[in-house]
Structure formats: structure tokens, C-alpha cells
């Protein structure tokens, strides 16, 4: 079976400052990972997808993220965060073939003005 | 494109009551999901539907908790007799295998307060 681990449970950073959220997964077979935010009081919403091809994935607001293969890991990052970057993110992973998602326990980002 | 659409989007009630959470799927989309989200917990899939058929239920807590989807466009989630411990976000997302191959759109969800 397939797992998401997200090590950080909490993540402050000062506003306009870089950060990078980390994920790591495990799994016996190929999958297609993804990232979610979910804004305060909303449902969860697609920050960005790696499905195949290039390993560095651009996805809306300004996120990106690099799939390595060698260290199981999918990492978000953003060079400068605004206040409006101040939600809970989810990594999570679909085995192929298959449509369950799993998700990690999601980290926390705070932006300190 | 509405969006999934989730009511009621707040439910207070007391234990022992019969809860029923709806929730609409984006049209074209064959998958729908339930989730319930707690703090303790995370984010839990609970079931979901491919085709209007119950695929994988395993994540269903217990007999009390039933969910149906009777068409393509409607899908119930029920918690029949309630309880304090049920209290959680329920969310419905829904996919369709298109170029978004896979991607879940998840709706506003349900805030349930079990008294």
C-alpha cells in the first residue's frame, strides 16, 4: 500500500521570504502525485499535478515542485509567499490505474508580516 | 461550471439523530468521493462511486453510516443514529477521466456538530 508522509505539521515563514514544504511518499509502484491548499473554512482545491514528463511541475499562485524518483520525494516550493499563501497544504498520491487519493496529515503555513 | 455543490453547508444536531448530508457532482464526472476531515484524524475517504456504483467502502466507520447515489447527478451521505464522535468536515469531490486525468475536485464541505 501506498503512504504520504509530510514531516512538517507546522511551517511559519516571514512574508516574501522563499519556502519549501516537504513530502515524501512511499509506494511499490507508479504513481501520480498531487498538491492541494485548503484555504481557511473551504474545501481543498488542485495547486498542481505531476503525472508524467518534465519533474519540475508549475501550478498556480506561484508553486512549484520537483518529483524525484531516487528519494521518493515531492516537494512544494515558492520563492516569496504573501499573506494570502496562509493555508493548510495536502501532498497525496493515486497508484495508477487506481482513483483512491491518499493524502498526507498536511502542513500548516503561516506567513508572518 | 457550479462546482461541486455540498448542503447543507452546517448542521448542528443532537446524538441519536439521523443526519443527511447531499451533495451534486460536476456534470460529465464519473467518480464521486466522501471524505470527512477531523483534527485528529486528517483527511479520511470514507467511500466512493464510479458510475453511480459503490467501488470501495472501506473506509465507512461502521453500520451507522450508509451512502447512496441514486443517478449520475446526487449522492447522500447519512449517519443514522448519530453521535458526539461523527463530528468532523464531510467533503464530496468528484473526477472524470478526462485531460485532468484523476483530479478531484472537492466541494465547500459540510461543518456536522454532533451535541
Known amino acids: 500500500a501506498q503512504s504520504v508522509t509530510q514531516l512538517d505539521s507546522q511551517v511559519p515563514v516571514f512574508e516574501e521570504a522563499p519556502v519549501e514544504l516537504r513530502c515524501n511518499y512511499s509506494s511499490s509502484v507508479s504513481v501520480y502525485l498531487f498538491w492541494y491548499v485548503q484555504y481557511p473554512n473551504q474545501g481543498l482545491q488542485l495547486l498542481l499535478k505531476?503525472?508524467?514528463?518534465?519533474?519540475l511541475v508549475k501550478g498556480i499562485n506561484g508553486f512549484e515542485a520537483e518529483f524525484n524518483k531516487s528519494q521518493t520525494s515531492f516537494h512544494l516550493r515558492k520563492p516569496s509567499v504573501h499573506i494570502s499563501d496562509t493555508a493548510e497544504y495536502f501532498c497525496?498520491?493515486?497508484?495508477?490505474?487506481?482513483?483512491?487519493?491518499?493524502f498526507g496529515t498536511g502542513t500548516r503555513l503561516t506567513i508572518i508580516p | 461550471d457550479a462546482g461541486v455543490i455540498q448542503s447543507p453547508r452546517h448542521e448542528v444536531t443532537e446524538m441519536g439523530q439521523e443526519v443527511t448530508l447531499r451533495c451534486k457532482p460536476i456534470s460529465g464526472h464519473n467518480s464521486l468521493f466522501w471524505y470527512r476531515q477531523t483534527m485528529m484524524r486528517g483527511l479520511e475517504l470514507l467511500i466512493y462511486f464510479n458510475n453511480n456504483v459503490p467501488i470501495d467502502d472501506s473506509g465507512m466507520p461502521e453500520d451507522r453510516f450508509s451512502a447512496k447515489m441514486p443517478n449520475a447527478s446526487f449522492s447522500t451521505l447519512k449517519i443514522q443514529p448519530s453521535e458526539p464522535r461523527d463530528s468532523a468536515v464531510y467533503f464530496c469531490?468528484?473526477?472524470?477521466?478526462?485531460?485532468?486525468?484523476?483530479?478531484?475536485?472537492f466541494g465547500p464541505g459540510t461543518r456536522l456538530t454532533v451535541l
Open positions: 497525496a498520491v493515486i497508484v495508477f490505474g487506481n482513483e483512491k487519493l491518499t
Open positions: 469531490a468528484s473526477s472524470g477521466k478526462e485531460a485532468s486525468y484523476n483530479e478531484q475536485f
Open positions: 505531476y503525472l508524467s514528463g518534465s519533474t
